[in-house]
């Protein structure tokens, strides 16, 4: 069983950048799909990117052209970047994580927009 902690969060203005972690640790198997999500107050929780160990990264439209993920595997860590954050961003992220066959969330963490 992995875990996984999210960090990186925080407050930013809009049009301004921030860049979250998510350290996966525990009995890591192989480590396949690496995602982000985020779930704003009153909305259910929605897909943001994904990026699998091999190949080319997925966005979701609201992102794409914004935010980058990535990941470190040498460090089992998926981070986003998210730059020209705007009004519509603040959200808990939540990273999700492929290990084998198994799917593990973080506990998530909190992104405030505010000028």
């Known amino acids: 069983q992995v875990q996984l902690l999210e960090s990186g969060g925080g407050w930013v203005q809009p049009g301004g950048s921030l860049r979250v972690s998510c350290v996966v640790s525990?009995?890591?198997?192989?480590?396949?799909?690496m995602a982000w999500y985020r779930q704003a107050p009153g909305n259910e929780r929605e897909w943001g990117a994904t990026?699998?160990?091999?190949?080319?990264?997925g966005y979701a439209d609201f992102v794409k052209g914004r935010f980058t993920i990535s990941r470190e595997d040498a460090k089992n860590t998926v981070y986003m970047q998210m730059d020209t954050i705007n009004p519509e961003d603040p959200a808990v992220y939540y990273c999700n994580v492929m290990d084998w066959n198994a799917i593990s969330w973080g506990q998530g963490i909190q992104v405030t927009v505010s000028a």
């Open positions: 525990g009995t890591i198997v192989s480590l396949g799909d």
């Open positions: 990026i699998p160990k091999y190949g080319s990264a």
